[in-house]
């Protein structure tokens, strides 16, 4: 069973561009979790999805980031006309529909993509 | 969810037992425990949960005091690989919040030969 999957893991944008980050969840997982993380800073939440529904956006910038998870394919956190304050590490994490009968279910991460503005 | 206060650092010698405390004083009976590892830079890795029974497994045990208001991560023999950044979290275990996890500084550990 492969783990969260990342990709790119490491991507290089020009201020002004768009940045496009993509996540695959576990296989079974319908939920996930995008975090930021800036240089020497620990790691902020940013957005819960579940299918096709964001279900928690309070740690999202209100402007440049948009966050989706469609019914098929990856989920994708988008920044749009980056700034080098972007520059950072993007976690993913994901984790099972159901919370286990009697006790709570834990969240994977993915290996993070490291955003560079220059 | 309720604030933990761990230690910023603390070093350990390979193979002994390291023991990572952690305060949750504000926790509610409906929190969970959890910690997780963040090994330079890395994804973060969970490591182990617990409500208010100790808990136990391949890599960690959790002990939980019995007012639940701390608690204490055991990595039985460390290793040089636990070099990482270890976070507790408290978080209460509802369908709505899902699994979203709040970081706070952590306890930065390092194994010495």
């Known amino acids: 069973n492969a783990g969260v999957m990342q990709n790119p893991r490491h991507l290089v944008r020009r201020r002004g561009q768009e940045a496009r980050l993509r996540c695959s969840p576990m296989?079974?997982?319908?939920?996930v979790y995008w975090y930021r993380q800036l240089p020497e800073e620990g790691l902020k939440f940013m957005v819960y999805?579940?299918?096709?529904?964001?279900?928690?956006e309070s740690g999202m910038p209100k402007e440049r980031f948009s966050a989706e998870f469609p019914k098929e394919g990856p989920s994708i956190l988008r920044i749009q006309q980056v700034v080098r304050g972007d520059s950072a590490a993007y976690f993913c994490?994901?984790?099972?529909?159901?919370?286990?009968?009697?006790?709570?279910?834990?969240?994977?991460f993915g290996q993070g993509t490291r955003l560079t503005v220059v | 969810d309720a604030k933990t206060t761990q230690p910023p650092s603390m070093d350990c010698a390979e193979g002994r037992a390291a023991n990572l405390p952690c305060n949750h004083s504000?926790?509610?009976?409906?929190?969970?425990v959890y910690w997780y590892r963040q090994i330079h830079s890395q994804g973060p890795q969970y490591i182990i949960h617990?409500?208010?029974n100790n808990e136990t497994n391949e890599m960690a045990s959790l002990i939980i005091t019995e007012d639940r208001k701390s608690s204490t991560l055991i990595l039985p023999h460390a290793t040089l690989r636990d070099t990482a950044v270890y976070y507790c979290i408290v978080r209460v275990a509802i369908k709505a919040a899902g699994n979203k996890l709040t970081f706070g500084g952590g306890t930065r550990v390092l194994v010495k030969p």
């Open positions: 504000t926790i509610s009976g409906n929190e969970y």
């Open positions: 999805l579940q299918k096709e529904n964001i279900i928690d």
């Open positions: 617990g409500l208010k």
């Open positions: 296989k079974g997982h319908s939920h």
């Open positions: 994490a994901s984790s099972k529909t159901r919370l286990r009968r009697g006790g709570d279910t834990e969240a994977f």
